[in-house]
């Protein structure tokens, strides 16, 4: 059975959305998400350490075993980019994302993309190079090259994707959650972060808001 089931917020009722998540995961930016836009939901955590997103009643909900995943009233939905979307449309009186904007919405997802696709596959050669090779010597030397192409990636970030002070500009958005919760990992690629100016800036500002204040605790072991 997946691990346990916890309500954020007791004294509101539960609604329709449940998010699955592990830590030290990216099911972090959903669940800032979750929090910016005030949504009713709970969590379900998902114990990699005991591989409960390989059991069968995990796979039910997500057969790509892995997470996030959110429970929606109309079904499941996967991937970081998607789940960050849906919100944004969900909840738009919290401008989360330019939804009016069709150019300003693509470049939100062109980031999102970005931060999924490559940044995140370059980061997770760092311990799941088994994913790519069987070959031993392959997986070393993947792992080697972490530090190299995950700092090139946010190289790139630092000096043309941040618009300033947020992601998109002006106004926070679903992007910052997401770069963020990729920013995290920096230390344990082997980047430093101090040496990108605006990466650092950014992850500084999200460090004091409150959405990640109250829930960061859930995503460290």
Request: glycine content about 4%; overall charge neutral; hydrophobic content about 35%.
């Amino acid at each position: 059975m997946v691990g346990k089931k916890i309500n954020p917020h007791p004294n509101k009722k539960e609604r329709e959305l449940r998010l699955y998540y592990s830590p030290n995961s990216c099911a972090l930016a959903s669940h800032i998400i979750l929090e910016e836009v005030g949504a009713d939901y709970s969590l379900q955590l998902v114990d990699f350490t005991k591989s409960e997103q390989k059991k069968a009643d995990y796979l039910k909900i997500n057969p790509k075993a892995r997470v996030p995943a959110l429970q929606t009233a109309d079904g499941i939905i996967t991937e970081t980019p998607s789940i960050l979307f849906f919100l944004a449309q969900s909840f738009p009186s919290k401008n989360l994302a330019p939804l009016d904007q069709p150019f300003k919405l693509a470049q939100a997802q062109e980031f999102n993309s970005y931060l999924c696709s490559t940044v995140h596959v370059a980061h997770a050669h760092l311990s799941r190079g088994a994913r790519w090779s069987n070959d031993e010597a392959a997986i070393a030397s993947m792992t080697a090259k972490v530090p190299e192409n995950v700092g090139n990636c946010f190289q790139l970030i630092d000096e043309k994707m941040i618009t300033g002070p947020w992601v998109l500009g002006e106004h926070f958005s679903i992007c910052d959650a997401y770069l963020y919760t990729l920013t995290r990992w920096l230390e344990r690629d082997g980047v430093e972060r101090e040496k990108l100016p605006n990466v650092n800036f950014h992850f500084q500002k999200m460090e004091k808001r409150s959405s990640i204040q109250r829930i960061i605790h859930y995503h460290e072991n």
